[in-house]
C-alpha cells in the first residue's frame, strides 16, 4: 500500500522560508510525478509544483521564483523549498503522486502551511 506523509508545515512570518517534505512509502513504478498542491479555505485546490522522474518541473505562476521543487528518486521523496512566504500562501498543502504506468493518483494528508505576522 503506498503511503505518503508530509511533514515541515507550520506558522511562519511574511517572508519567511518553509521547507515541505513528503516520504513515500509502498511500491510505485519509477515513472512517475511528484508533486505539492494546495488549497486555501473556500478555494480550489490547485497544483503548486511538480516534477517528472525526468526532472521536468513545473510551477504554478504564483510561486514561480520564490519556490524549488526537488526529487530523489532513489528515496521515493519530494520536497518544496518556499521562500519570500506571503500571506496569500496559506494554506494546506498536499504532496501527491501520479503513477504513469497504472495511471493512479497517490495523495498525502496534508500539511498547514500559515503565513501571517
Known amino acids: 500500500q503506498v503511503q505518503l506523509v508530509e511533514s515541515g508545515g507550520g506558522l511562519v512570518q511574511p517572508g519567511g522560508s518553509l521547507r515541505l517534505s513528503c516520504a513515500v512509502s509502498?511500491?510505485?513504478?519509477?515513472?512517475?510525478?511528484m508533486g505539492w498542491y494546495r488549497q486555501a479555505p473556500g478555494k480550489e485546490r490547485e497544483l503548486v509544483a511538480s516534477i517528472t522522474s525526468g526532472s521536468s518541473i513545473n510551477y504554478v505562476d504564483s510561486v514561480r521564483g520564490r519556490c524549488t521543487i526537488s526529487r530523489d528518486s532513489a528515496q521515493n521523496t519530494v520536497s518544496l523549498q518556499m521562500s519570500s512566504l506571503k500571506p496569500e500562501d496559506t494554506a494546506v498543502y498536499y504532496c501527491?503522486?501520479?503513477?504513469?504506468?497504472?495511471?493512479?493518483?497517490?495523495w498525502g494528508r496534508g500539511t498547514q502551511v500559515t503565513v501571517s505576522s
Open positions: 509502498g511500491s510505485i513504478f519509477r515513472i512517475n510525478v
Open positions: 501527491h503522486v501520479y503513477d504513469v504506468v497504472i495511471r493512479k493518483d497517490y
